[in-house]
């Protein structure tokens, strides 16, 4: 689909959906951010197949992308909007929506060819290692979800 901006620029437009995936490790949240081919840390996300609904996208994704599978917590859904130039020099408005996801075991991460590394790490710590400053607001973001979830648990 064609995006064409109030100054007569053509973009096409992209959608994706990912999963900040977390897992408590001695009572520790810690968070999977992954290292892309070309050298960017991220989370799991990517295009939306036809017909695939945003929750859908990222679960097939994160599988993919990790062999994994999360569950994902209700209230939390972050949008980020952003513009970049693809390999055809074409330029691009690409929406990016994402889960908050728990993993629940110690599931082995398998990376697929488009990772070359992975890290699970507390929070300071990946946001640190995560590359774009939208990143790290979507982790600062979903950090703050899940610990007003937990607080709200422990008053229960």
């Not at 892309?36 to 295009?47: L, Q």
């Not at 929750?55 to 599988?63: P, S």
């Not at 060819?113 to 400053?133: G, Y």
């Amino acid at each position: 689909m064609m995006l064409i901006d109030n100054q007569g620029n053509e973009y096409l437009q992209e959608r994706s959906a990912g999963i900040v995936v977390c897992r408590l490790v001695s009572g520790k949240r810690e968070y999977l951010v992954l290292r892309y081919i070309p050298g960017h840390w991220d989370f799991a996300k990517g295009k939306l197949d036809p017909g695939e609904t945003n929750e859908q996208a990222a679960h097939r994704e994160l599988f993919e992308e990790t062999g994994l599978y999360s569950q994902v917590f209700d209230g939390f859904l972050h949008k980020l909007s952003y513009v970049y130039r693809n390999p055809d020099r074409r330029m691009v408005s690409k929406t990016v929506v994402f889960y908050v996801g728990f993993l629940k075991g110690d599931d082995a991460v398998t990376l697929s060819h488009e990772h070359i590394e992975f890290s699970w790490l507390p929070f300071a710590q990946a946001c640190k290692k995560l590359t774009h400053l939208n990143a790290r607001k979507l982790l600062e973001e979903a950090d703050a979800f899940l610990e007003s979830r937990q607080e709200s648990e422990q008053k229960a």
